[in-house]
């Protein structure tokens, strides 16, 4: 079940799509987005360089820099600790490369999932120690760990933290809320409530880059050289699916272009290992097939191997890594639709189906995709789903939501019970006793506050686009949105009661239905492409119109069947020939 719901931003579309010399369509999803005024909207549609906020407004970053100098011209030794995901990988990357060229003396430490989990602790503050570390640099991460800097602090440690995560808080008995970060000597988060930097959205790379750019403007470093990281933070904010508007959009616009021309020796093997070589890389590219490789290490090996791969100079060891990295992946790939599907079993097969909150133990899965199956998970019930499951000491899990539910200020309401948890409103992670998942279950069930609507998916539009009206030069127009990803997401259209003059099926395997759609106004039909399940689709067709009806659809003779569909607009080019194709997304 489903609600398809048309977004409705009140304003004067005609003189603003006039002024900004565009269509009333792309005005329209620009105001859907948030972007209303002259000025945010000519930045979204042109995104550069140029537009990116000045790294001196970002609380503590003159002092961390100042600490960092410090430490390069006392020739003290530098420690980065950083984070297992893409993010954290891609930040220690960007900084150990940066403070290398500076002349540091540095080393970086990235916790082990298993062994260690999230983020700087003891033990890694311990290590670095013995090898002689008197300043740690976090990145994507640090903002949390009030004990672990506050150890570090007591032996006599410089600290400066890079993070993009939130400010933990505690609230009173009054419901006050009091935020509480680490005794640190610095502290970089635009996420600080007394932070004046005007974009907080950025990933732990982003935030790393902004430390590197005021750090390389000290040092009169040429600013061609900083921009040079660009490609890989362009990766980290993709992957880490932060909002893709503001600074970075401009990050990723950018990042695209030098990535599809890549120097970077690691990055170009693994591009080519990953079967992209020759393809004009796009966010999809780097979200779910270079990202995924990239995290894999992460949860199955070493995270440092990652790091590694960016760094080497040689392409034997880079095409060596490559593979490692492309293999584990598929090894991580096969370890969640096994538990997907042993998770889906359970569910099905208990009175757990019940719960507005799915909380599953299931000690057979690896801690390390407990997230990626809770978030599979979620997406077929429309449920906030938490994944348990045996890590060294007691059960460890990952969380996923949906927007009506904050998951994190649901843990939170139960860290009675948690030996640890942190996260987000639609991720978080947890550590609890095998003995209390019950007590969990229950207590995050009876205090959720989700109605039954919230549980019902919510299909948002765009707005309601006569097929009529749809045109190539629109289509194109469409592309200045590009790229696409949270918060940006590809313009979704929809239109009632469209005739469907015929229906094929394309591909090996018959798993692509291609549409001829009437467009009115005697204009030539166009062609729209579903890539759903066509049995779905077939038993829908019969139930409403009859099994007659959808023999005719196949045989593109004269039918009955008019259906509301919902669609993004798509370009196909053939030959130099250019067309448009509604790729169908919803139907009803």
Not at 105 to 132: A, F, K, L, S
């Amino acid at each position: 079940m489903e609600k398809w719901m048309l977004r409705n931003i009140n304003a004067d579309i005609t003189n603003i799509s006039k002024k900004l010399g565009i269509s009333e369509v792309l005005c329209r999803v620009l105001l859907n987005r948030g972007i209303i005024d002259y000025e945010s909207a000519k930045i979204f549609i042109n995104p550069d360089m140029k537009y990116m906020n000045n790294p001196e407004l970002m609380k503590d970053n003159d002092n961390g820099t100042d600490i960092i100098i410090d430490s390069i011209n006392k020739n003290e030794k530098i420690a980065i600790i950083g984070d297992y995901d893409v993010d954290g990988v891609i930040s220690i990357y960007i900084l150990y490369k940066a403070l290398k060229r500076l002349g540091a003396d540095v080393i970086y430490e990235i916790p082990h999932r298993i062994n260690d989990g999230y983020g700087i602790n003891i033990n890694i503050i311990d290590r670095v120690i013995q090898e002689g570390v008197s300043t740690i640099i976090t990145c994507d991460n640090g903002i949390s760990a009030i004990e672990p800097i506050e150890y570090a602090k007591n032996r006599g440690i410089k600290v400066v933290i890079t993070d993009h995560h939130d400010v933990p808080f505690e609230d009173d008995e009054n419901g006050k809320r009091k935020y509480i970060k680490p005794c640190a000597d610095a502290i970089i988060n635009p996420k600080q409530e007394d932070c004046s930097y005007p974009f907080k959205g950025l990933c732990g790379a982003g935030v790393a880059y902004k430390f590197i750019e005021l750090l390389y403007k000290k040092r009169g470093i040429d600013r061609k050289e900083i921009e040079s990281f660009i490609e890989f933070v362009a990766i980290a904010t993709v992957c880490d699916v932060v909002d893709l508007i503001g600074e970075n959009r401009i990050i990723v616009k950018k990042g695209l272009e030098i990535i599809n021309n890549t120097q970077n020796i690691g990055l170009k093997e693994l591009i080519k290992e990953s079967g992209l070589d020759g393809r004009s890389i796009t966010t999809y590219h780097l979200g779910f097939i270079i990202g995924p490789c990239i995290n894999a290490t992460g949860r199955l090996d070493v995270a440092k191997r990652g790091v590694e791969l960016f760094l080497t100079g040689d392409k034997e060891e880079a095409v060596k890594i490559s593979k490692e990295l492309v293999e584990l992946n598929q090894e991580r790939k096969n370890m969640t639709v096994k538990g997907v599907r042993d998770v889906l079993e359970e569910i099905e097969s208990s009175d757990l189906k019940k719960d507005n909150i799915l909380v599953v133990y299931n000690a057979q899965i690896h801690e390390s995709i407990a997230g990626i199956i809770a978030g599979r998970v979620k997406e077929i019930y429309n449920k906030p789903t938490i994944i348990l499951t045996d890590g060294e000491d007691c059960v460890k899990g990952s969380g996923r939501s949906i927007d009506s539910y904050n998951i994190f200020e649901g843990l939170l309401r139960c860290r009675d019970i948690l030996i640890k948890f942190g996260g987000h409103p639609l991720a978080a992670g947890l550590s609890i006793e095998k003995s209390k998942i019950d007590v969990l279950r229950e207590k995050l069930n009876s205090d959720s506050n989700i109605a039954e609507d919230d549980l019902v998916r919510k299909i948002y539009l765009d707005m309601q686009l006569p097929l009529s009206e749809i045109t190539i030069e629109l289509a194109q127009e469409l592309k200045l949105l590009e790229p696409y990803g949270k918060s940006n997401e590809k313009p979704l259209f929809a239109e009632k009661n469209v005739k469907i003059l015929r229906a094929m099926k394309l591909g090996e395997k018959g798993n692509v239905l291609k549409l001829k759609l009437h467009c009115g106004n005697n204009k030539v039909a166009l062609d729209g492409l579903y890539f759903g399940e066509i049995d779905k689709f077939e038993d829908y067709i019969i139930n409403k119109f009859g099994i007659k009806e959808l023999e005719k659809l196949y045989k593109g003779i004269q039918n009955d069947i008019m259906i509301d569909i919902a669609f993004n607009i798509d370009i196909n080019e053939y030959m130099g020939f250019k067309s448009v194709n509604l790729i169908i997304q919803n139907y009803r």
